[in-house]
């Protein structure tokens, strides 16, 4: 591009911009293409990988993970990070179980937890966006603070109590809707995924959330409301956390406040190999649904082979970067 | 008044400004540490002190250089290299020629090396975002670890166990931080800014930007792998489980330090003294007898508030365009020029 002014002529690398943008469309498609290849690829290596049994608890296993997911991609559109995902999901399961047990209802429970996400948000959001603190450290001092205050409440974290069987039965693997064999738990996450498509296409919100993650400059100029946006984002991503906690409590039997650990990761994994930039700016919630469903289905074709637990978490590694290499930057010429 | 003073002040400023206000709280925390515990002033109480600290110390100046070099950079895979490093050494390099320094030490410093030139190259030339790729390696290094660690306990040679609570701890720290301020006075150490500001106006520049990043996550395993030999030292075993938890703590680390998590601003030295401030910040929590389940929610309290000050004192922020700190240090330059 010139320096002064709008081109009047096509770009000279004008074929290049063309085959980029050709080439953005097809990448698109790689997660995909990714998921069948692997679903071919366990059908033939795994035994009973195409049984009923693995299909379900793979559905069971891939909800937790794209409703844990729903708001971390929302945030990484922004241009952030969520690193206290962890913890709010092991405060939804440590709240819910323990609540329950202690004789609340299940909706004031519900309700307690939307309470708190909005305070979990105003603080992630609120202090990364207003003192423009990087959100990596804010989040990861946000978890700090949540795992610290769950500990206090629970005196260590492990504390006797039983979930409400309404959990227990949307996630065990055998349950069904009503006639169709699928567990309840899937349609929380049908559910889920709407809201977030919604508010991602749909709504002001949304286009705000494009707008800063792409260019949060042009977006100050174009009048969007910096700290309420970040705000109501990181609120989404602790809502989501917190409900990935609430329905584990019924896949986790009791109060577990470690059960989050692992989603720390595989939450940014499943964004990344759907193929969202941590840059900011594009991808949506789309493409983390087959993101979440494929770093499931290595995990699952990963246990099937008979690896270790220690070599699983290895080769999960490896397969992160070549599933990502589908979805690879420009070249730097490309951006001069 | 000497006039140079003040210009030597506004010198200081331009260089190691980004971490004035990791130094201030370093001082004040220093003071604190020593009344409430004045066993750390005696030389051992201060060399134990040390040995402990100088794994994390280590692995915070170990990811700058990758966070230097913008575009996202950061390398989480360092805190399990180290930890790796440990099982290496606990559970392979332990006797007879393998146990010695000369086979253990280019070992260690080796594998870093190919670690950072791997996640070097994935991010460059594959042009992956640095945190999936380390991400990615970071659960490659944490599995093999894992898979290759003998449970816990594993021997190590007497001559690394016998580093901790050392001054030769204290040599071996000392001596990579004196490597990297070497560096610093290279062409290289320019480039690496000028990539990590900028890396568009970089390769327009004629540099070579892949090379230069490359370099920086090489840099960063080698000191990785010092840390991992320190680390090796502190616990005198193989133990593959202590590595990950320094992940997130020296990315802190950093960002206390003030270097940008965008690339471009900092320095290794801003890092070494906010992994300082963490340590001693964990110090007189315990020594305040904080109890043991609110030890988090005052550390993730006092890491925000700390980044939020840092924000407003040091770097740019919205409202204050050139930061307190740089407006008050080019006043007194200003006026020491002027008498």
């Known amino acids: ?336 | 008044m000497t006039v140079w003073l003040p210009r030597f002040g506004w010198f200081l400023f331009r260089r190691y400004g980004y971490a004035a206000f990791a130094t201030f709280v370093f001082v004040g925390l220093l003071i604190a540490n020593a009344v409430l515990d004045p066993v750390l002033a005696t030389s051992t109480g201060f060399l134990d002190a040390f040995s402990t600290f100088a794994p994390l110390v280590l692995l915070a100046a170990a990811v700058t250089p990758s966070v230097l070099s913008g575009h996202g950079g950061i390398d989480l895979s360092l805190g399990p290299f180290a930890g790796f490093c440990t099982v290496l050494i606990g559970t392979y390099l332990n006797t007879g020629v393998l146990g010695q320094a000369y086979v253990v030490v280019p070992v260690v410093l080796g594998m870093g090396l190919v670690l950072g030139l791997v996640n070097g190259v994935i991010v460059t030339i594959g042009r992956l975002q640095p945190i999936v790729v380390t991400l990615g390696t970071y659960l490659i290094v944490t599995g093999l670890a894992d898979h290759y660690s003998p449970g816990s306990g594993g021997t190590v040679p007497g001559w690394i166990s016998a580093i901790s609570g050392s001054w030769s701890d204290v040599g071996i720290a000392g001596g990579a931080v004196v490597a990297w301020l070497a560096l610093t006075r290279t062409h290289y150490y320019r480039w690496l800014l000028a990539v990590g500001r900028d890396d568009r106006t970089a390769y327009a520049s004629g540099m070579s930007v892949a090379a230069i990043r490359t370099t920086a996550y090489v840099i960063g395993g080698m000191l990785a792998g010092v840390a991992g030999l320190l680390l090796t030292a502190l616990i005198s075993g193989s133990d593959s489980t202590v590595g990950p938890n320094y992940t997130l703590t020296s990315i802190a680390a950093v960002a206390l330090g003030g270097t940008s998590l965008a690339g471009g601003a900092g320095g290794l030295l801003g890092s070494v003294v906010g992994a300082l401030d963490i340590f001693f910040i964990e110090n007189l929590l315990t020594l305040a007898n904080v109890p043991i389940f609110s030890l988090s929610l005052a550390y993730g309290s006092i890491l925000v508030v700390a980044m939020v000050i840092n924000g407003v004192v040091g770097r740019q922020s919205g409202r204050l365009p050139h930061g307190l700190l740089r407006t008050t240090a080019q006043f007194v330059a200003d006026v020491g020029d002027a008498t």
């Open chain 1, 1 to 336: 591009m010139s320096a002064g002014g709008l081109p009047l002529h096509r770009p000279a690398n004008w074929a290049r911009l063309r085959s980029a943008v050709r080439r953005e469309q097809l990448t698109s498609l790689a997660p995909l293409a990714a998921l069948g290849v692997l679903f071919l690829v366990g059908w033939i290596v795994v035994d009973g990988f195409v049984s009923r049994n693995n299909i379900e608890s793979s559905l069971v296993l891939s909800s937790f993970l794209g409703i844990s997911a729903a708001g971390q991609t929302l945030v990484v559109i922004l241009g952030g990070i969520d690193l206290s995902v962890a913890a709010t999901i092991g405060f939804g399961e440590v709240a819910m179980t323990v609540l329950y047990s202690q004789g609340f209802e299940v909706w004031e429970v519900l309700l307690l937890l939307a309470g708190c996400a909005i305070v979990i948000g105003a603080v992630n959001g609120g202090i990364a966006s207003v003192f423009r603190v990087p959100p990596l450290i804010v989040s990861l001092g946000g978890g700090f603070m949540i795992t610290g205050g769950v500990l206090m409440w629970t005196s260590g974290g492990a504390t006797q109590g039983t979930a409400p069987q309404e959990f227990v039965t949307m996630t065990s693997i055998g349950s069904t809707i009503g006639p169709i064999p699928v567990p309840p738990i899937v349609l929380v996450w049908i559910a889920t995924a709407a809201v977030v498509l919604v508010i991602q296409r749909f709504t002001t919100l949304g286009r705000n959330i494009y707008a800063l993650g792409s260019n949060p400059e042009a977006a100050r100029l174009a009048l969007v409301q910096r700290n309420r946006v970040w705000i109501a984002v990181y609120t989404l991503s602790a809502a989501s956390g917190l409900l990935s906690g609430v329905l584990l409590s019924g896949f986790a039997g009791g109060a577990d406040f470690t059960v989050g650990q692992p989603y720390l990761f595989d939450s940014i994994a499943a964004v990344v190999v759907g193929g969202t930039s941590l840059l900011g700016g594009s991808g949506g919630y789309g493409r983390t649904i087959v993101g979440a469903l494929v770093v499931n289905e290595i995990g699952t074709i990963l246990v099937g082979v008979g690896f270790d637990a220690a070599l699983q978490e290895a080769m999960l590694g490896v397969f992160i970067v070549l599933v990502a290499l589908a979805g690879r930057e420009q070249h730097l010429r490309t951006r001069v």
